[in-house]
């Protein structure tokens, strides 16, 4: 996710200084100035954006040794684009605050097609200043970008908008299996879902992955099953009960189990064949 967003942010004219814990990843980004640590892209920036793949990464580049908080100054505005959790959004947000920086949650939505495209979703939570300043990087990253709130709000957001989208596909593996079985083509349940109340664009965007069983990710098992895990901590935080997002939480578990925590999540169709002894299509 985090190359091509910075291809863009390139390609738009910004100059950028990189790192990534592996450095040939950082230098195959032609225009770029790669970095030797996390501080060193802080000691030479004034809006730092993080893209990685949970809260113990997060919480290591900004507070570690040699990470962010070593370099920033005052004024700076660190935007972290990935999926944490709300908890530690608000701990590092503090930390920011006490250096006399802010910090941005805008976590995204589209997966890797979106990021490549520049037409990610894009949830901010923090004050609208620092919205506004970071708007213009946001256009160039994505299509449709929402400040929703204060800091932590994005990724509430984002753990909402997971649930949707894991239990949309577990609905639509459902539906795929049952109406296969029943003697229906798989592409033509999908033509008939797709023109009425039931249509989606999780549905859309998985469609081929689904009828091809062509499950390279994508967005990986492995991480949605992360995100589900944010958003059922969310839950128990919140005083909010979500029995469906657990029991969808733990068909990923049991794929991570079964060794397919790498393929895309629309893999959970396999789940419901591998139960009902019955392959789309077949």
């Known amino acids: 996710m985090g190359r091509p967003m ?9 100059d950028l200084v990189a790192y990534n814990r592996t450095r040939e990843k950082a230098e195959e980004l032609e225009g770029a100035t790669v970095a030797q640590s996390p501080k060193e892209v802080a000691e030479n920036s004034d809006i730092i954006i993080t893209m990685l793949p949970d809260s113990p990464q997060v919480k290591e580049v900004l507070a570690g040794e040699n990470g962010v908080f070593e370099g920033i100054g005052e004024g700076d505005l660190i935007v972290d684009m990935s999926t944490i959790s709300p908890v530690v959004t608000e701990e590092l947000a503090e930390k920011a605050r006490e250096q ?16 490549i495209g520049g037409m990610l979703a894009i949830m901010v939570g923090g004050s609208e200043e620092d919205f506004e300043r970071a708007l213009p990087l946001f256009e160039v990253m994505g299509a449709a970008v929402t400040h929703v709130g204060p800091t932590g709000a994005g990724q509430v957001v984002k753990a909402a908008n997971q649930i949707v989208v894991a239990l949309t596909i577990e609905a639509v593996s459902e539906a795929l299996v049952l109406g296969s079985k029943g003697g229906v083509a798989p592409e033509k349940i999908l033509d008939v879902l797709g023109g009425g109340l039931a249509g989606n664009k999780v549905m859309e965007a998985k469609r081929e992955k689904l009828l091809e069983h062509s499950f390279d990710p994508g967005f990986r098992i492995e991480l949605h099953h992360k995100d589900l895990g944010i958003a059922l901590a969310a839950g128990r935080e919140y005083g909010v009960t979500l029995p469906v997002t657990a029991a969808v939480d733990q068909m990923l578990e049991t794929l991570k189990m079964r060794g397919r925590g790498d393929q895309d999540h629309s893999a959970i169709l396999t789940l419901i064949e591998e139960s009902s002894a019955h392959e789309i299509g077949s």
Not at 6 to 12: M, V
Not at 100 to 115: F, I, K, N, Q, Y
Request: hydrophobic fraction near 50%; aromatic fraction near 4%; proline fraction near 4%.
């Open 6 to 14: 910075a291809e863009n942010l390139i390609a738009a004219g910004y």
């Open 100 to 115: 006399g920086a802010s910090m941005l949650d805008a976590p995204v939505s589209g997966g890797d097609v979106g990021a």
